[in-house]
């Protein structure tokens, strides 16, 4: 029987592969379904390398080195659905915890006036913090301020007004620089920390609220998808109960590897690699979308699900779509540096620290948005001789800093040249990657004290990894929720990091609910055959915008 519906995913990254392996499991079986990536590989900014210990030149030991995300949630909607997902690829046995009692997640540092500040686990450590003590008497002003009634406003401007100065320009930048790699003074609050928006909206107070029980903001969706989980796998909510973060023995990537060995497995998804969308054509009387891809025969389909970043998306579009071009995505330069234990040791074990704003300084290495102690969560990932006796980090440079920091290399160059040009000529690669390791070695060294030269450093340069939702983000995604409705009535939707959420968690749970609701718009006819129907309820992805 010949399909009657194609649906087509655009990107493999991780919400590309999750959105095509949730169609695979839902979709009626005359759906065809392709997934068509750019790159020789799947998988996009997930990527661990298991590469040779230099400390055990007889092949006897081996290092995990991640230049994208290196660990999850469990905890949330979004975390039980991605243990379901694990689960299901049958990953299970090689989770690598990272329990709740542990150093790593016990102790998460921000460095600061010269010192390693080990982060409040408690209400009772925060009022005696000594970055925040001198602050609690202001803050308690939250207490009985009410709402401000904005729609939104940046991260800065609300913890501000909240809490006082100095919150957020030396705690709370910190945090965005770990999660964003952003600006608290340009980030959305709504879109970014929603939880604490509607604490104040729903409260009054943001203490108040998380006294309250206020949590984490959930749309009907979410609580359905919750108890669903729930029922069908009690047990995951013991490993959530205690375990702060995780990954898999060969990091992240297994994640996308097995997504991508399950779908060709499932034989339900034919995967187009190296092959390069360049435009999309929707026409709407006949409900076919044409994809033209470079060097090759255009496919056809009747539903394309976007999973590429929104910059990508419009380049393939004939009309403009303000809402998506309007955030910028930052860049980020990734060091892996792996020394031996005996020469290298953490006087503060833990998860690693971050640096907050206003310590950021040309004589602070401008730019450090944070160090991870890789090591130290998760030692299992390296194996044989290196497990125990290795140490390694990993320093996070750049984001919303990163012309800045790259400033200090162009006018040490002398050659006139604008940061711009120093970054993206490739001549200058190697003194570009030079540099960003001679600023990890040198934090290292500062804020840790360890002088040993590394074993092993890999530079990463990862261009435009990170999308900033700037405020307002959320109102542009409902006007483009509405535009994508009326223009192209279902033929497109979209998901991904540029849109409802950036973490790994966020990817696959957004992949699942447009994925289900396209097929939920699969109408099983008398004969059997599936058929999109059309206009009034079409689907674009966007829909939860409205509820967050
Ligand atoms: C350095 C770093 C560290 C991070 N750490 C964490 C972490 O610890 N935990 C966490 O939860 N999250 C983390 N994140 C965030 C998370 O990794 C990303 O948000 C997520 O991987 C994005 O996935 P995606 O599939 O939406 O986008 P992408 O990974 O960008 O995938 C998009 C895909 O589209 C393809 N593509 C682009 N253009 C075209 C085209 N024209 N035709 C065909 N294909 C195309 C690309 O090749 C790519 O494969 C981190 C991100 C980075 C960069």
Known sequence: MAPRTHIAVLGGGISGLSTAWYLARTA????????????????????????????????????????????????????????????ELGLDSKIEPVSKSSPAAMNRYIYSHKTLHKLPSSIMGALTHPLLAAKIPRAGLDLVKGGSGQEDESIQDFVTRRFGKGFSDDLISAMVHGIYAGDVTK????????????????????????????????????????????????????????????????????????????????????IHKDSIVEKLDANLDSRDVRISIKGQEPVHANTVISALPPLKLQKLLSKPYPELTHNPSVTVAVVNLVYSADQARLASP????????????????????????????????????????????????????????????????????????????????????????????????????????????????????????????????????????KDFDGLLG??????????????????????????????????GEAQLVGRQDAITGLERSWFL
């Open 187 to 270: 980030l959305s609050v709504r879109s970014t920390f929603g939880m604490l928006y509607h604490m104040e909206k729903d409260y009054g107070s943001v203490v108040l609220g998380m006294l309250l029980g206020g949590g984490a903001v959930e749309t009907p969706w979410d609580l359905t998808l919750k108890e669903k989980i729930i029922k069908e796998m009690p047990d995951l909510q013991e490993f959530v109960s205690k375990t702060s973060i995780y990954s898999f023995t060969d990091g992240l990537e297994e994640l996308s590897r097995s997504l991508e060995k399950d779908l060709v497995k499932g034989g339900r998804v034919d």
């Open 28 to 87: 009626p079986p005359n759906v065809k379904i392709t997934l068509i990536e750019g790159a020789k590989r799947t998988g996009g900014w997930l990527h661990s390398d298991r590469v040779a210990d230099p400390q055990h030149p007889n092949g006897k030991g081996s290092v995990l080195l991640e230049s994208g995300p290196r660990s999850l949630r469990p905890q949330g909607v979004s975390g039980l659905n991605t243990l379901e997902m694990v689960r």
């Open 494 to 527: 979209v998901t991904g990091a540029g849109y409802l959420g950036i973490s790994v968690n966020d990817c696959i749970k957004n992949a699942r609910e447009v994925a289900e609701a396209v097929v939920s718009k699969l109408e099983e006819e008398d004969d």
């Open 350 to 485: 833990g998860f690693g620290y971050l640096i907050p704003r206003s310590e950021n300084s040309a004589v602070n290495h401008r730019g450090l948005l944070g160090v991870v102690f890789d090591s130290c969560a998760i030692p299992e990932q390296d194996k044989g001789e290196s497990q125990g006796k290795t140490l390694k980090l990993t320093a996070m440079i750049g984001g919303h800093m990163f012309n800045e920091a790259l400033s200090q290399l162009a006018s040490g160059s002398g050659s006139g040249a604008s940061t711009l040009d120093l970054e993206l000529t490739g001549s200058h690669k190697e003194d570009v990657n030079e540099f960003f390791a001679k600023t990890a070695m040198d934090a290292v060294k500062k804020h840790l004290k360890i002088d040993a030269a590394p074993e092993l450093v890999k530079v990463h340069i990862h261009h435009e990894c990170i999308p900033q939702y700037l405020v307002g983000h959320l109102q542009r995604m409902q006007t483009l929720d509405q535009s994508f409705r």
